[in-house]
T-cell receptor, first 114, second 117 residues
């Protein structure tokens, strides 16, 4: 079963605006990862945040993690048309089979309008 | 350094046929996995391997078989293709630092688009 669930399912914004996507998960995690997928391509890793971290930055990307609420958010600032893609969160559990499996959510489809 | 290479990119099969999807990585990654991606379902884990000679089942393993005889290769076999296996298949790999598992960023191939008639 899917561990992470992204919200919203789809998001449409104007170029230059910020885009925020949320991810909720159900069980304890070792880390949470965000990926981007352009149409017809494989997934590309964006950011990994560990369970003892609260915030991480990479260029125009900012990821937060709230383990008490079992949620994470991905913020893309000053969006560009090239940011148009699907974004997925994925989690690694802390014990049992979950610690060997990276479980993905269903993704947020982001459209950035020029 | 080619990364993760999947072949073929496209394939059409008839129900009942068998085939092998190939996945190779040249990064000396211990951890490798197979996912299928269906519309509205995200990615679901089929099988994974934490090292050569070690494989295990993921969320949707039925109808698929894997082996890991070398660090580089992780083929996925469809034993008797069914229309429900029409999907896009992705292979991924990563280092396993410390605990064995997908604790590092995953590198994905570009996928195999499989249609079963």
């Amino acid at each position: 079963s899917q561990q992470g669930e992204e919200d919203p399912q789809a998001l449409s914004i104007q170029e230059g605006e910020n885009a925020t996507m949320n991810c909720s998960y159900k069980t304890s995690i070792n880390n949470l990862q965000w990926y981007r997928q352009n149409s017809g391509r494989g997934l590309v890793h964006l950011i990994l945040i560990r369970s003892n971290e609260r915030e991480k930055h990479s260029g125009r990307l900012r990821v937060t993690l709230d383990t008490s609420k079992k949620s994470s958010s991905l913020l893309i600032t000053a969006s560009r048309a090239a940011d148009t893609a699907s974004y997925f969160c994925a989690t690694v559990g802390t014990s049992g089979a979950g610690s060997y499996q990276l479980t993905f959510g269903k993704g947020t489809k982001l459209s950035v309008i020029p | 350094n080619a990364g993760v290479t999947q072949t073929p990119k496209f394939q059409v099969l008839k129900t009942g046929q068998s085939m092998t999807l190939q996945c190779a990585q040249d990064m000396n990654h211990e951890y490798m996995s197979w996912y299928r991606q269906d519309p509205g379902m995200g990615l679901r884990l089929i099988h994974y391997s934490v090292g050569a000679g070690i494989t295990d089942q993921g969320e949707v393993p039925n109808g698929y078989n894997v082996s890991r005889s070398t660090t580089e290769d992780f083929p996925l076999r469809l034993l008797s293709a069914a229309p429900s296996q029409t999907s896009v298949y992705f292979c991924a790999s990563s280092y396993s630092s410390g605990p064995r598992g997908p604790y590092q960023p995953q590198h994905f191939g570009d996928g195999t688009r499989l249609s079963i008639l």
